[in-house]
């Protein structure tokens, strides 16, 4: 059973970045899959981050593009995400899940998914 | 605002049927395929159906979705108070080249 769990700071100061780290157990990153990122403002809708495959290739939110770096480490069997220049606007629960894509594709049409999901993790951006 | 278009909210009695709907546009729903997602209070979402009607290992066939031109429905038959939850509809947009998201409907079972 595959299981992802988020961790890192609950608060960041304006300005700064924002790192977290999703732990995966239950499948090795290194067989296969993209590993993908989603926020979640409380209250509100989802946004996707971005997603990485496990060679190292990326594919962002055209929105969020200029300020994000998401990372794997397969030694480790995580990834994480890195935000920088930090707002009271990215304040959120952010998500990390497995992500069924084939974002390389020339042709569509294009199919992706998240399953699963780790429980999440509010960050803050207050000082 | 987001790209894709659901209700706010939906009601309806326990042991019936009730449908959500997600609509878009040429360059999501309309070419590419549709995701589903439970969100029950305080948790994270959960896959209820991918590539428009397939619902995951685990998933009870009370969960369908289907897709017709540019709009994708979410039905659930034999609703029951645990249902009660936000549900989510996702797509690939070729456009904006990212992945969208519906704004969520809040499912009261009244």
């Known amino acids: 059973q595959v299981q992802l769990q988020e961790s890192g700071p609950g608060l960041v100061n304006p300005s700064e970045t924002l790192s977290l780290t999703c732990g995966v157990s239950?499948?090795?990153?290194?067989?296969?899959?993209?590993w993908g990122w989603i926020r979640q403002p409380p209250g509100k809708g989802l946004e996707w981050i971005g997603s990485i495959y496990n060679s190292g290739r990326t594919y962002y939110n055209p929105s969020l593009k200029s300020r994000v770096t998401i990372s794997v480490d397969t030694s480790k069997n995580q990834f994480s995400l890195k935000l920088s220049s930090v707002t009271a606007a990215d304040t959120a629960f952010y998500y990390c899940?497995?992500?069924?894509?084939?974002?390389?594709?020339?042709?569509?049409?294009?199919?992706?998914?998240?399953?699963?999901w780790g429980q999440g993790t509010l960050v803050t951006v207050s000082s | 605002q987001s790209v894709l278009t659901q209700p706010h909210s939906v009601s309806a009695a326990p042991g019936q049927k009730v449908t959500i709907s997600c609509s878009g546009s040429s360059s999501n729903i309309g070419y590419n395929y549709v995701s589903w997602y439970q969100q029950l209070p305080g948790t994270a979402p959960k896959l209820l159906i991918y590539?428009?009607?397939k619902r995951p290992s685990g998933i009870p066939d009370r969960f369908s979705g289907s897709k017709s031109g540019t709009s994708a429905t979410l039905g659930i038959t034999g609703l029951q108070t645990g249902d009660e939850a936000d549900y989510y509809c996702g797509s690939w947009d070729s456009s904006l080249i990212t992945v969208v998201f519906g704004g969520g409907t809040k499912l009261s079972v009244l």
């Open positions: 899940a497995r992500n069924d894509a084939d974002y390389s594709r020339a042709w569509g049409p294009w199919d992706t998914w998240f399953d699963p």
């Open positions: 239950g499948y090795s990153i290194s067989i296969g899959y993209y």
């Open positions: 590539d428009n009607n």
